[in-house]
T-cell receptor, first 114, second 114 residues
């Protein structure tokens, strides 16, 4: 158990809808990173949040956005859902302040877009 | 850019067999290297890590040595168990300023027969 929690566990949406996924970071951590894992693939970095600001972004369009709150929890928002957005969404928490901090993952939210 | 290459799978072994899963990487600077494991229907769990050249990470009988000269981080275990059946991901952490993101390989599925 990493102490990182995500909600919901599963979600079904239709194309064009919007979705919000939530993540609570491990106690003592100040950074949350989000990853998208398509079926049979390795996770792909979406973005990272530190001190409530985006702190790096992968190759994802602007319809993927996020927030980090003062308690370091985070949301991932996806607008105008497309079929290819169907995936497992993972968040990971870590502590920036040390060198090469380790990321600890939550159980993920499985999103299906129909 | 950074990349991680894992050997093609899946891998099927009998219980108590020796395991090697190959991983090579391309990166600028001095990345940290990780192995994560994903059990069916779950998120990623950190298995082991190494933060500098010649470091050996170890956990639960698994080992991997950070080889800078061959840019490799191969995972080994002397005697696998049925409970080791899972998907294994090699990853590197690139630290750019205050941002660190994980770059993953495609993963390899290990099945261990009784």
């Amino acid at each position: 158990e990493t102490g990182v929690t995500q909600s919901p566990t599963h979600l079904i949406k239709t194309r064009g809808q919007q979705v919000t996924l939530r993540c609570s970071s491990q106690s003592g951590h100040n950074t949350v990173s989000w990853y998208q894992q398509a079926l049979g693939q390795g996770p792909q970095f979406i973005f990272q949040y530190y001190r409530e600001e985006e702190n790096g972004r992968g190759n994802f369009p602007p319809r993927f956005s996020g927030l980090q709150f003062p308690n370091y929890s985070s949301e991932l928002n996806v607008n105008a859902l497309e079929l290819d957005d169907s995936a497992l969404y993972l968040c990971a928490s870590s502590l920036i302040g040390g060198v090469q901090e380790t990321q600890y993952f939550g159980p993920g939210t499985r999103l299906l877009v129909l | 850019g950074n990349s991680v290459t894992q050997m093609e799978g899946p891998v099927t072994l009998s219980e108590e067999a020796f395991l090697t899963i190959n991983c090579t990487y391309t990166a600028t600077g001095y990345p940290s290297l990780f192995w994560y494991v994903q059990y069916p229907g779950e998120g990623l769990q950190l298995l082991l890590k190494a933060t500098k050249a010649d470091d050996k990470g170890s956990n639960k009988g698994f080992e991997a040595t950070y080889r800078k000269e061959t840019t490799s981080f191969h995972l080994e275990k002397g005697s696998v168990q049925v409970s080791d059946s899972a998907v294994y991901f090699c990853a590197l952490s690139s630290y750019t300023g205050a941002n660190s993101k994980l770059t993953f390989g495609k993963g390899i599925t290990l099945s261990v027969r009784p």
